[in-house]
Each structure stands twice: as C-alpha cells, then as structure tokens.
C-alpha cells in the first residue's frame, strides 16, 4: 500500500492560508450558461426528462485522457465509462477533483493512497456500472477558478459527454479533497441546480462562491486537527448550505482529540431533497483517514460514507422541485415593532408540494410570534416552513403568511426571497 506524499502540505500552508482568505474574490466573474437540467415535473415524466442527448448512441468517447477547448484553453480530463455500458441505460455521472499539487491521475487511478482501491475516492470500487466516473485536471495543478474558468470548464466537460454518453442529467454529483472540495464547494455555490449533491473533503472557500443562495445536497467530511485548511471553515461553508438548505441549525457532535475515530450528524429539517451531513474526524488534512490507525488508508470509512451520501437519490426518484414564484409583501410598523404580511404565489406550471420559504431580515428585527408558518431562526436568514393545512401550492395558487417584530428602527421589508431554492419575483 502506497502512503500519501505529506512533504508539500508545510510548505502549502501559507500559500493556502493567503488563498482561503482572497477565495470570496475568486471565480466572481461571469459564468457560462450551465449545462441544461432537465425538467422537474412529475415521476412519471423523469425518466425521459432526465436523458442525456447521448442515450441511444454508439459512443465515440472511450476511456482515458479526453482534451476539449473551454475558454480559449485545451483542457483535459481522464474519463472512465464502465465496462458494462448500456447505452440505452441512463448513468449517474460523478466528477472526482484533485488536490492541490494532484492530478487527475491521482484522482483516477487511487495511487495516493492504494492504487486502484482509492481510484476516484473509492467510489469506482462501489458503483459498478451504475456510473461514469470524470477526474477533471486543474491549472498548474489547482482550481482557483478565475473569473469562473474553472466552472465553465465543467460546464463544457459535461456538455460533451452527455452529447456523446448516456447520463441521468439527475445524478450528477462533484466531490474532491483538499482544493479539490473547494472546487466541489465552487459548483455547489453557482451550480446547485446542475448537481445533485456534493461532497467536501477538508475543504476551504479557495475557488471562490458565485451564488451561494440555492440548496443542494451537501456531505462535509473534516479534521478536528487540519491545520492547512482548519475544521473552522469547513464547519462556515457547511453551515451556509445548513441555511440554504432550511436546516434546523445545531453544533454537531465531534470527536474527542486522541481518539482516532470519527463522528456523522445528519441535519434534520432539512427542505425536501437537500439534506446536509457532516462528518468529523480525529486527524489531520488527509484524505483517507481510518479509525484506529493514524494517516491515510485503504481501509477507510469515507468512500462508503460518501456512495451511501449519494445513492439514497435514485435515478428513478425526480429531483426536488424547484418552485417558480411571485410575491408581495406589506410591512406596517409602529415605534418599536412591525407586522409583515406576505403573499406567495406559485407562477410554475407543476404543483409545489411542501415549501420552505427563505427570505433575509433587515439588521435590527427579530420575529416575535407568525401566523401560517413557523420561523427559524428569528433574526438574520430567516425560513418559512409551511404549516400542515398549507402545504400544497398548486399552479397559479397562493399563501398568505406573516410575522410580527420588534425592531431598533430600521423598518423595511425582507429581501432575497426564495421559495423551494428559486428567487421569487417581488411584486
């Protein structure tokens, strides 16, 4: 069994420190139009909605290193079809990114850790021919992402091999250790409806957050003693998608330091469709840890933590629905309080079974009692949940829910209103 190489991560530490302080300003330029999701109405639609342009064809894509154009460049990436294609079968599609100094060799082949065991952080070993595996590679060996270069580099890699391959557009999911969940995080960020979820690895906020507002399925797996990338902004980007995501915020449960083991929490409350886990460690930044046993291992828990994460979403199973909406909002204040009465209304074409509603309250207000809702938390990014005779939003239907507050002087109105994760138009 091969060890990972350590001897960069002294020598990275600064340079990454500097990076995960500069990463908000990173990949804020504008991006390509995303790869197009496919449409989420019923289950019974799902299964054609969900197929790739490439069902039904010969592939001219075969394993190995594929070289595209994205943004004036050649870039490359190392793709595995399974040896038991069907082309008339739709596929998950999962992107594997490396770390920084990595390389998508690295990522295809597990040489790091156990050459073939670790190939695509494991997962290939567990998925059979369920799924086509992709190790895109970074520049210089990394993904800062610039100017969004980096995202609309996976947005090219995954137009060609659905154009050429059978995907379940569904199940597209994007993990990576290192810069390489940083990565991971970027796509979340600005690419939650493309993917179904990701999984983050000893991540930091290095490839920038364009967006940032929408849920996506999120697993963060960190160590209690990383010292590149500390545990403190692994837990700041989990707890961004814990709101997004209209999670019932909480201080997970770690580990105790010396023990080796680690510890999963799966967040509750959770909107439909976008949970959060997050998983502890007792180690340092590597990839591969294992209970027991200090350093990277073959025998590793997270690969199965990770196939478990993304497998409870079925290819049969529709992705959660995604709401379009219309809203209005009147705001009646006296001197230290305020009442707000909201409107939503679903603009969609499909009904909106179960909803959360997301909203910003203005510095200063805090919600004191609600009707036709219940509110948490009471201040800051607010979420509407539905009560339980108000849970269908049918097409062209709507809500009436409202709060009161007391405020220190500032009186206006909510803002950045999402239902089910899409903006709602204000009216």
Request: aromatic residues 8%.
């Amino acid at each position: 069994m091969t060890r990972p190489k350590r001897l960069l991560w002294p020598a990275l530490v600064a340079v990454l420190a500097v990076l995960s302080m500069a990463g908000t300003a990173l990949g804020q330029g504008r991006d390509a139009a995303p790869p197009t999701t496919a449409a989420r109405t019923t289950t019974a639609s799902a299964s054609t909605a969900a197929a790739s342009s490439g069902c039904g064809k010969a592939p001219t894509l075969t394993s190995g290193t594929q070289t595209i154009q994205s943004g004036g460049r050649n870039r490359t990436f190392i793709l595995r079809i399974p040896d038991g294609y069907d082309r008339d079968r739709a596929h998950r599609l999962v992107l594997g990114f490396h770390w920084w100094g990595g390389t998508s060799t690295d990522v295809a082949t597990g040489r790091t850790v156990e050459t073939g065991t670790w190939a695509y952080y494991g997962l290939q070993r567990l998925a059979g021919d369920s799924t086509i595996f992709v190790a895109p590679q970074g520049l210089d060996n990394g993904w800062a992402n610039t100017g969004g270069e980096d995202v609309t580099f996976v947005d090219d890699l995954i137009r060609r091999i659905e154009a050429d391959l059978c995907v379940d557009t569904t199940q597209r999911f994007a993990l990576g250790f290192s810069y390489g969940a940083a990565m991971s995080y970027a796509l979340a960020c600005s690419r939650a409806t493309v993917f179904r979820a990701v999984a983050l690895q000893s991540g930091g906020e290095l490839s920038g957050c364009s967006g940032g507002t929408q849920p996506v399925a999120y697993l963060g797996v960190h160590g209690l003693r990383d010292t590149v990338l500390g545990i403190s902004g692994g837990r700041a980007m989990r707890d961004r998608f814990v709101r997004n995501n209209g999670c019932t915020p909480q201080n997970p449960p770690e580990p105790a330091q010396g023990s080796l083991t680690h510890r999963v929490t799966s967040y509750a409350g959770c909107s439909a469709g976008h949970p959060v886990a997050w998983a502890a460690f007792d180690e340092g930044h590597i990839a591969a840890p294992q209970d027991g046993a200090p350093g990277d291992s073959g025998r590793t828990w997270v690969p199965q933590l990770v196939w478990t994460f993304f497998t409870q979403f079925q290819p049969s199973d529709p992705p959660p629905q995604t709401a379009s909406c219309r809203l209005s909002d009147a705001v009646s204040a006296w001197n230290t309080g305020l009442t707000s009465n909201i409107t939503v209304t679903n603009t969609g074409t499909a009904p909106v079974d179960g909803w959360s509603l997301v909203f910003d309250l203005p510095g200063g207000q805090t919600i004191t009692s609600g009707w036709n809702a219940t509110y948490a938390p009471v201040s800051g990014r607010v979420t509407a949940r539905n009560a339980s005779h108000n849970a269908l939003l049918a097409p062209g239907a709507s809500v009436g829910i409202g709060f009161q507050a007391t405020h220190t002087g500032t009186t206006s109105a909510p803002t950045s209103f999402t239902l089910n994760g899409a903006p709602c138009t204000v009216t």
